[in-house]
């Protein structure tokens, strides 16, 4: 049995594992007590990561739809066939776009970027958990500029006060929620802001309850006592910050409490405060307006740039924050710079030896819509996209799909061609976890069948729309990102087995642009409930855990006990709406109007419901594109 | 009967060793951990280590596990079961993991006996090395599993500075001597006198964790922990299954076919009890829906008297492998140390 030192695929804490093969297959997985990010502790997902690899439905020949029937090709028919199709459709002057992945490695990712960039003359260019992480990412972007200052989990570990903008962090990030309860265990002050009594706000020093969609209020309370009660960190502000003055203006009249106060002093007078965030979806302004607040928050009292000290978006995909170095995004390219960025453009243009297109290209759900090809790498856009069976609907509609995938998912099986993948056990590369470092991925065991290592397919794909792609191997690739984006050269060069760091770190030229959150997302009319998609990812639909016999197990049983879904809702609004749990109610939006089984959860506060991220599709018309509606509840 | 190996004879065993089958020891990983790996040449072996994480229970009961093979043959399906006779020795292995491979077998003799098991464990020689410096974390002292063993190994070797004292277990421990026979001596009285002092000594040095399991024992066996009590605790576990997968006494399973070049593959796979889906039933009913009621059936398992008289021990080794591990903070001393005292984080 060799141990094959490799990068966790699922969530983007970035932990660390062996696996191990014994006569080519996967057996399992052994912790690795030298990982600077895991440090010889796994969660479930990271212990059952051998899985999906062994059990699940591999794709292992290309496959070209004729008929209507995905037939086995060789993998020179298919690859022309591929580049034939696209070119005939760029030539008849159709749009074409790629979709990169979160959970796809960075050499894959960056030359999807560069095969729709420099072969396709495109920025159509994007990855579904952008559409979800996006608003965050933005909202940060606007307070800090290009590059904010990153954290480790180690940091909050070491913290004093941790305020936590709490989804499910023991679930959706057990590596990071271990950091915060190691943090407590020596003493900090857990501070959360969460709407149902989560295992995190049981832990907290101070659990903070918010309604839903307008946890910005709660963020603008503890920005306002701050400001109130003069706890402001002087140098950061004088030396750190705009907008202070129109800060204070925005904050008057915000509501603060005795809570909000001791927050305030908790978070001031920590030499060490870690502020966690996960992405907030949802359509306007304000869905960003969160992480601003939170960013403000944490640069006026002194916490932003600080080492030890800062902000951790909570990112769900492994590597999320790899796609979006890659350029995976339309306004953006490779090193997340601005389509307009002279430098960039220039050196990307010299690299790949053509004109790159300038205008932003469409987002991965205005994609679905209208293009008529599309590649897909390694994502499934209506497991991932909020609107779920409506992307799949439109992925039905567009004129030639291909999918590059290790595994047979939704989306592959509505695929004009299939290019099977090497799975994350069976390819070389790299992934970028949400703290910035950036760790290698080695191959265990051969892939199936003729399946190849995706930055292999893509290269071929590149050269055929006449790009250079002499790459003998995935850190050939990783070589020209380096040259593509700077901040990965060191990363070439290291030779460490886990791979090296590329974290950005405190400095003191940092400027912050102060922003309160104002505006909360729901208001509600009398009688109304506020009705929330809950969480942002569907870790049931994701291939790695779908198809892996443990790790599927909860979600397999919960779809199959309510094929129609459900809407968690209190005992006291259930009594007085007069439905029996497991009886449907109906909900009415300004959107629209469904029906939906219910289910009592002793946790919620009154006026508050809850449709998990896994059944939104049940009430696709009563959310619309948000996140948190206004809803009217009644008998069905 | 007691012999002894010069330090420079043993390269010449192990050669001796590895002529007869896969020898498996602690090694230096690629990333720097100490792990178990079937050695490729005598001087990978490591003599001064730290326990590996990863305890070599998956030489005895890999994670992934395949028992039969399953075959269509016309109407009928053929089931061909799935065994490993080769012949392999651990060696370098710590007194708390011989205790733990011990346990699994017994368990695994039971009636139905368990076939792939024995196969495997009945062609393991068990080489082990007894602890002079006991581990940060380990409290083998506890569990009457270490620093030395009394039993259980075929050999057991101590560092006695020049040479190592070898302790006979078992006719495969003489069979392993056999191979190199001119390398072993009678050992001194002196010799035997040292390893008893060493033993002396290497008790009187355990780290800060301590599992007190007698008073423990008494409250979960008589239902005296409070549900609270639990309820407290349950926050503070991840449900990683760490604990159960790199503990040396946890066998719990569950079962998985391959599909695999037109056969199929039964397959155990390790599984966790801390896993909420653990004891889902296909109705859809789970009687260990909660975390709190989790966690006690895990500890009343490993440390209830109903449990400790079945198998004459507690499930635990006291290896400390779960106080690296856990996710959270619910490693057995500190579940041991909360139910003994009553309180949690207090």
């Not at chain 1, 509501?255 to 001031?268: F, G, H, L, P």
């Not at chain 1, 090296?500 to 400095?507: D, L, W």
């Amino acid at each position: 049995m060799v141990p094959v030192p490799t990068t966790c695929p699922f969530c983007a804490c970035g932990c660390g594992f062996y696996l191990l093969a014994n006569q080519e297959r996967l057996v399992g997985v052994a912790p690795s007590e030298a990982h600077p990010v895991s440090m010889g502790r796994l969660c479930a997902r990271g212990w059952g990561a051998h899985e999906a690899a062994l059990w699940g439905s591999r794709l292992s020949q290309p496959l070209v739809n004729r008929n209507g029937k995905l037939e086995p090709v060789s993998w020179a028919e298919a690859l022309d066939h591929v580049a034939g199709r696209i070119k005939e459709l760029i030539e008849a002057g159709k749009p074409v776009g790629v979709l990169g992945s979160a959970r796809a490695t960075n050499e894959e990712n960056y030359l999807a970027g560069k095969l729709a960039r420099a072969g396709f003359h495109t920025n159509h260019l994007d990855f579904s958990y952008h559409s979800i992480c996006g608003p965050l990412l933005k909202g940060l972007e606007e307070v800090c500029g290009e590059c904010p200052p990153s954290i480790s989990l180690n940091d909050v570990e070491s913290s004093q006060t941790i305020l936590l903008i709490e989804g499910d962090l023991a679930k959706t990030h057990p590596r990071a929620a271990s950091a915060v309860m190691a943090a407590v265990e020596k003493g900090a002050h857990l501070i959360t802001i969460a709407h149902t009594a989560t295992q995190m706000s049981r832990l907290a020093s101070l659990p903070l309850p918010a309604v839903p969609g307008n946890e910005g209020e709660v963020i603008d309370g503890l920005l306002a006592a701050v400001l109130h009660f003069g706890l402001e960190d002087q140098t950061s502000v004088k030396v750190h910050c705009e907008g202070f003055h129109t800060l204070r203006r925005d904050l008057e009249g915000a509501k603060i409490t005795a809570e909000m106060r001791q927050a305030a002093e908790w978070i001031t007078r920590a030499t060490r405060a870690t502020f966690l965030i996960p992405p907030v979806s949802g359509e306007g302004p304000p869905s960003h307006r969160e992480s601003t607040a939170l960013a403000t928050l944490a640069a006026v009292t002194g916490h932003l740039g600080r080492p030890g000290s800062g902000l951790l978006p909570l990112l769900a995909r492994c590597n999320v924050r790899g796609a979006c170095d890659m350029g995976i995004v339309p306004d953006r390219l490779p090193g997340y710079r601005p389509l307009a960025d002279k430098e960039a453009r220039q050196r990307l243009e010299g690299l790949w030896g053509k004109d790159l297109p300038s205008t932003p290209g469409l987002d991965a759900e205005s994609m679905l819509q209208s293009v008529s090809a599309l590649i897909v790498l390694a994502d499934d856009p209506p497991a991932v996209l909020p609107s779920g069976q409506r992307a799949k609907a439109a992925l039905g509609k567009v004129e030639f799909l291909v999918v590059l995938d290790a595994f047979l998912t939704p989306t592959a099986q509505m695929a004009h061609v299939v290019l099977p993948m090497a799975s994350f056990a069976e390819t070389d590369g790299t992934i970028t976890n949400m703290e910035g470092r950036v760790q290698r991925l080695h191959v265990a065991t051969d892939p199936p069948g003729e399946a190849r290592p995706g930055w292999q397919i893509l290269a071929e794909l590149c050269a055929r729309f006449e790009l250079c792609t002499a790459y003998r191997s995935a850190l050939e690739v990783l070589n020209e990102v380096g040259c593509a984006t700077p901040k990965y050269r060191p990363v070439c060069q290291g030779e460490d087995k886990w791979g090296g760091i590329g974290m950005a770190r405190a400095s003191n030229g940092w400027k912050f642009r102060l922003l309160a959150a104002e505006a909360p997302r729901v208001t509600l009319a009398d009688g109304q409930h506020v009705l929330v998609r809950d969480g942002d990812f569907d870790w049931g639909r994701d291939p790695l855990v779908a198809f892996s016999p443990t790790l599927s197990r909860d979600f397999q049983s919960e779809r199959k006990l309510f094929p129609s879904g459900y809407v968690e809702m209190c005992k006291q609004d259930a009594d007085a709406v007069g439905v029996h749990p497991g009886r449907p109610v109906k909900l009415t939006s300004a959107q629209g109007e469904a029906v939906i089984p219910t289910r009592v959860r002793a946790d919620l506060k009154p006026g508050v419901l809850l449709v998990p991220y896994a059944f939104r599709d049940h009430l696709a018309n009563v959310l619309g594109t948000h996140s948190v509606t206004a809803v009217k509840v009644e008998q069905a | 009967m007691v012999f002894t190996i010069p330090k420079e004879g043993t390269t010449k065993w192990l050669e001796k060793l590895l002529e007869a089958g896969e020898v498996i020891a602690p090694v230096r990983g690629p990333c720097g951990d100490v792990i178990f790996s079937a050695l490729r040449s005598p001087t990978q072996v490591l003599w001064d280590f730290e326990n590996p994480l990863n305890p070599p229970k998956q030489f005895v009961l890999p994670q992934t596990d395949p028992l039969v093979k399953i075959k269509r043959n016309g109407q009928r399906h053929e089931v061909e079961p799935i065994y490993n006779d080769a012949p392999r020795t651990l060696f370098n292995v710590r007194s708390c993991d011989v205790a733990g491979i011990a346990f699994l077998t017994q368990i695994h003799e039971a009636e139905p006996a368990d076939a792939s098991y024995l196969h495997r464990a009945h062609n393991l020689t068990l080489i082990s090395l007894a602890c002079t410096t006991p581990c940060p974390a380990g409290f083998c002292v506890c569990t009457d599993s270490g620093p030395f063993l009394t039993g259980g190994y075929d050999l057991q070797l101590t560092d006695l500075g020049g040479s190592f004292l070898v302790e006979v277990g078992s006719k495969e421990g003489e069979a392993a001597l056999a191979k190199a026979p001119d390398l072993f001596r009678q050992a001194s009285e002196n010799a035997v006198t040292q390893r008893k002092e060493l033993e002396a000594a290497a008790k009187a040095h355990f780290g800060p964790e301590t599992c007190h399991f007698g008073s423990a024992m008494r409250r979960i066996s008589t239902g005296r922990v409070p549900d609270a009590l639990w309820e407290k605790m349950a926050d503070w576990c991840l449900e990683c299954g760490g604990c159960n997968f790199v503990c040396p006494t946890c066998y719990c399973f569950s079962v998985k076919d391959l599909r695999q070049n037109g056969t199929w593959l039964r397959c155990r796979t390790w599984d966790s009890c801390q896993y909420a889906a653990f004891t889902l039933e296909a109705s859809g009913h789970n009687p260990r829906a909660q975390r709190k009621e989790r966690m006690k059936r895990r500890f009343f398992h490993k440390v209830s008297a109903q449990y400790y008289t079945r198998d004459g021990a507690v499930g635990c080794v006291g290896c400390g492998r779960c106080v690296k591990t856990c996710l959270g903070s619910t490693h057995m001393p500190a579940v041991v140390a909360a139910i003994r005292k009553g309180k949690w984080h207090e």
